[in-house]
């Protein structure tokens, strides 16, 4: 493994590194030299690309977006794509102690030796993450202290639909699908790279800008009212847009995927081929923003899927091909697609999965075609209690929906439910609290009868964490003692052998809810908080809320300003330069619906709601009858 | 009608830092990626079947290994190497391949000895007559230590501490030096019932004779030796 790689990571420190491995947790993580990866020879002459995802190996190495973007670099003869992870503590301390600054795994070389870091943009939560790669690569922090010699810092993903607390981090956000826009931002680089000599950074950034989907932070100065709020937007360059357009992939069949990814030595979170169905969803759940800014809902056909599928497998050898998306029963062939593959695979060797499955009979009938005899358990999300509440959200699940769903299971022979569930939603009351705990308990109760000692019953409830772009981006999340008061009261009615109740940390749920709907002026707080030493915040056992405390205090930020506050209908939100496409109007509509307790339909199903993306879906031809 | 076949691969590289798990998870990825027609386990899911011998702990290469798949149709005992090798990745490598239908005899029985090699690499460059002096301090040190009626050291195990009696597993102990750069000591384990004890404790023990002085380079398991070699 040391061959070839002299000249960047020197031979000394090659050296080091290998005993390095020798003494952390997981060596694994950090070899590189897995099947599929991809290796490049003169590498002097490529534009070299460090994808970076601000996580463990196992987390990171288990995104599609991730892969996708290492398969479309890599095509090119031009560039190389390579890898890099968040080290964990052990690996961290080890770099630090002996010197040697956070490398990529395919070439060992050093972060800031790179053309480009593009950095993946899951969760907020991996906001220090990202510092911590650039600090340990040893690139300054901030976008303002970086010229031409410096890596061209990017990222994308889609937490980028609120990039503003990065703002003073990233050099450039892309909004929306990556897959053209990034050998459109290579093929600026590299022209720009042949005459730097001559040029400078800005330069470069100009000429990004011009790309649609690019956002720029630098390129805007946000004014602030002195309550806080945002006055007005203002640019400082003449080719800066005031709306950034997500861009859209609009024919999956003809967008690259990645048909031979890495496989990963070690275990990972997903090891597995993800076979990715179709894009977007347009149920309209209204805290759901992955439902909205992938819309509109744009599907692969079987053929491709199935040619996908076998390739894949030849290259990987998985035994595990999942149909992924963001509601996987909503695929229009999903029953034909699912018997296909089972047909073709389940005397391979090869399994089928099926996550997010929607609350009914059709669904477990999927899911029994793929797990005929091992049935580990099924998943599904009510997220509420109460028919008004299933209103609110637009969730449009009944309660027998709900029941005759989990009673099918049991005939079905699974023993084993999980179910998801929200609470501190907008209007909630104690009803709604008592609605959950009663169908938590009838489900018990239906699980005892039906299937006897072996039933077991998972509970996951969440706290809301009202999101940008959404209806519920105006909404005031619950504070934290509302929230403890919600989650004690229903871990006292829920006493039972059979049910393991899990209920979201409120205080990571507070930060979380900070950032989603923060605004630059974040990124000071941010900062210091690294400084302080906070990383993994998502992790449990890491995160460290004092630290945080301290980090807003010094900066006189408040969280309560982020997270409690209730927007009105004309605030200016600080991710009001992005178009995710759906218009702010109509979300507002859509908030106003949820008050009303009024459903929305999905417009796969009936007409257009014209939430916005009329042009592309016309384009397209979804919904052609109705709009 | 199946047909078992034993193989002996390599597991070096990037790979020493694979679990026995992971291995395990990574062939039967690289047999499908092979085509190879590998008997399945009977029932609606299906998997493929391999089984590994002793586990090689973290860190350490593997020169000569063992597992052994059944299949559903003969192949020929190069071809069988040449599919698997094409595919696999970076660090595992099949050297030999021998159908052995008509010699089923479980690996925990067939495996009788473990032989492992390892470097003590000087921290700074010495002299001839100080390597030699080093080469007898662990001679000396190996004597007593096999003089001994047991060997006892604490290990951790699921059930917290347990005390473990190293001295049944121990067969040899040889060490070479070579030239000035480096001693070898080569370790011969035996395998009890099954269990192929972990040779790091022991290997520590011996490296920590000239602790200051001397740096534990690559640790090797060089090879298995069977039943009917004894
Ligand atoms: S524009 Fe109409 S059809 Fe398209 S996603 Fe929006 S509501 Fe659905």
Known sequence: ?627 | MSYLYRMKYQKNGPLRFISHLDLNQLFRRVLLRADIPVELTEGYNPRIKVSFGPALPLGIEGWQEITEIVLKEPLAEEELKGKINKVAPSGFKILEVEEVSNKRIPLSKLLRQASYLFYLIPVDAIDANKMVYYHNKIEQYVKCLLDRKDIKIKKESKKGLKEVDLRPYISKINIFSKNNDRIIICLILNIEAGVCINPNPIIQMLADVVKDYFLIGKIIREKFISESLI
């Open chain 1, 1 to 627: 493994m040391i061959i070839d790689r002299n000249h960047k990571n020197n031979n000394r420190n090659m050296i080091i590194i290998n005993k390095m491995l020798g003494e952390v947790e997981k060596p694994g993580r950090y070899t590189g030299e897995e099947y599929n990866e991809i290796k490049k020879e003169n590498d002097q002459q490529l534009i070299r690309i460090a994808l970076a995802f601000p996580d463990l190996y196992e987390i990171g190495m288990s995104y599609l977006g991730f892969k996708i973007l290492y398969d479309i670099i890599n095509k090119r003869e031009d560039s190389w794509a390579e890898r890099v992870f968040s080290p964990a503590l052990d690996f961290e301390k080890s770099l630090i102690k002996n010197d040697i600054p956070l490398f990529s795994l395919e070439s060992f070389r050093p972060l800031s030796e790179f053309n480009i870091i593009g950095f993946s943009l899951q969760y907020e939560m991996s906001y220090t993450n990202i510092l911590n790669i650039l600090h340990l690569g040893r690139i300054p922090l901030r976008a303002r202290n970086r010229d031409k010699e410096n890596p061209l810092i990017i990222a994308g993903g889609p937490v980028a639909f609120n990039p503003e607390p990065l703002a003073e981090f990233i050099d450039l956000f892309v909004i929306g699908d990556g897959e053209e826009v990034i050998n459109e931002i290579i093929d600026i680089y590299k022209d720009w790279y042949g005459k730097s000599e001559n040029s400078s950074k800005k330069e470069l950034l100009n000429n990004l800008v011009r790309l649609p989907g690019i956002y720029i932070p630098s390129f805007y100065q946000v004014n602030y009212h002195t309550d806080g709020r945002i006055s007005f937007f203002q640019k400082n360059e003449k080719h800066a847009p005031f709306k950034i357009r997500k861009r859209i992939v609009k024919n999956l069949d003809k967008t690259p995927f990645p048909i031979a990814p890495i496989v990963p030595n070690i275990d990972v979170v997903h090891n597995r081929i993800t076979l990715e169905v179709f894009r977007g969803c347009t149920r309209g759940c209204r805290f759901c923003q992955a439902g909205i800014i992938y819309r509109p809902v744009r599907e692969r056909s079987v053929g491709c899927l199935l040619e996908l599928a076998e390739n894949s497998f030849i290259n990987t050898g998985y035994e595990e091909i999942s149909l992924s998306s963001l509601s996987s029963s909503d695929y229009s062939q999903i029953d034909s697609l699912t018997k296909k593959l089972v047909d073709c695979y389940q005397n391979r060797g090869v399994g089928i999965s099926l996550p997010s499955l929607r609350i009914d009979n059709f669904s477990v009938h999927l899911a029994n075609q793929t797990q005929r005899v091992r049935k580990t358990g099924l998943t599904f999300a009510p997220e509420v209690g109460t028919e008004r509440m299933n209103k609110i959200i637009n969730k449009n699940v009944s309660e027998e929906d709900l029941f005759r769903t989990v009673q099918y299971a049991f005939k079905m022979g699974w023993r084993r439910i999980k179910l998801y569930f929200m609470v501190g939603l907008p209007a909630e009351t104690q009803e709604d609290i008592e609605g959950i705990i009663r169908l938590i308990k009838k489900v018990e109760m239906m699980g005892r009868e039906k299937v006897g000692k072996k039933f077991s019953l998972n509970i996951s409830i969440n706290a809301l964490i009202p999101k940008p772009h959404t209806p519920f981006q105006w909404v005031a999340q619950e504070t934290e003692e509302e929230l403890n008061k919600k989650f004690r009261y229903i871990i006292q009615k829920i006493r039972s052998n059979s049910i393991s109740l899990s209920f979201s940390d409120t205080k990571l749920a507070l930060l979380e809810a900070v950032f989603s709907r923060g605004d630059r002026r974040l990124g000071d707080v941010l900062e210091e908080a690294f400084r302080r030493g906070c990383k993994f915040d998502s992790w449990r056992e890491h995160f460290n809320f004092k630290s945080w405390q301290e980090s807003f205090q010094k900066f006189d930020l408040d969280m309560a300003f982020y997270a409690h506050r209730e927007r009105g209908k004309d605030d200016i939100m600080p991710w009001d330069l992005i178009d995710c496409g759906v218009s702010k109007q109509y979300l507002w509509s859509e908030w106003e619906k949820a008050i009303q307790e009024a459903n929305t339909d999905d417009c796969r199903q009936s007409i257009c709601n014209s939430c916005g993306l009329e042009d592309i879906c016309q384009e397209i031809g979804i919904n052609r009858n109705n709009s």
